[in-house]
């Protein structure tokens, strides 16, 4: 029989992302009944998380002092800034090896529907950046739905005045070992879009 304490911590890991009914259940009876020696480790972990990290006050991204490990390193290309909707897209950016620039995290995109404006977003120290100079090229990495789509033409239109700053999209379309017969119509429309010359 479930106690309203277990019940409660149920609820509360039920509302992260990824976790379902049964996922939660799982893990609250794991941290209770079968490895309740983990759960002081658990919370002291949360609570000094909680306290220690915050956003990087240039770019967004997850640090522990004002600037995030990224932007304090002198070895990366400062000029070069891709634009990413949340903090896991910069994370899966940085994994591929592939990018060796800067990242703005904006912590979601443009969603009148959701109530999310510009002023919700993390605009503000992008358009600092972008108006110091400091930025030559942006990429957009944003979502290919029509919230991302209506984010980047609304970070075009509204670069600071006098700077000439190159504007790219990540390419979309099929995925590595992907077939065609397989894909859905947008990924199909995104990579004949975003097809380029055979070498």
Not at 136 to 147: F, K, S, T
Not at 186 to 192: D, F, G, N, R
């Amino acid at each position: 029989m479930k106690t309203s304490a277990f019940e409660k911590l149920q609820q509360h890991l039920k509302q992260l992302p990824g976790l379902g009914y049964r996922s939660a259940e799982r893990i609250a009876l794991h941290l209770l009944v079968e490895k309740p020696e983990r759960l002081p480790a658990l919370v002291t972990a949360l609570e000094e998380a909680a306290a220690a990290v915050r956003r990087c006050v240039r770019c967004g991204n997850l640090a522990e002092a004002d600037l995030c490990a990224i932007c304090a390193d002198e070895k990366r290309e400062r000029s070069v800034v891709c634009v990413v909707e949340h903090v896991p897209d910069l994370v899966a950016l940085e994994r591929s090896g592939a990018f060796r620039g800067t990242y703005h995290v904006l912590h979601g995109k443009l969603s009148p529907i959701h109530g999310v404006g510009p002023d919700d977003l993390n605009l503000e120290s992008l358009r600092t950046r972008i108006g110091s100079g400091e930025v030559a090229e942006l990429i957009l990495a944003l979502p290919n739905d029509v919230e991302g789509e209506a984010t980047c033409h609304y970070l075009t239109e509204h670069l600071p005045e006098g700077r000439e700053v190159r504007i790219m999209r990540i390419g979309f379309g099929l995925p590595s070992g992907g077939g065609v017969l397989y894909a859905d119509s947008v990924t199909l429309k995104s990579a004949l879009e975003g097809r380029r010359t055979y070498s």
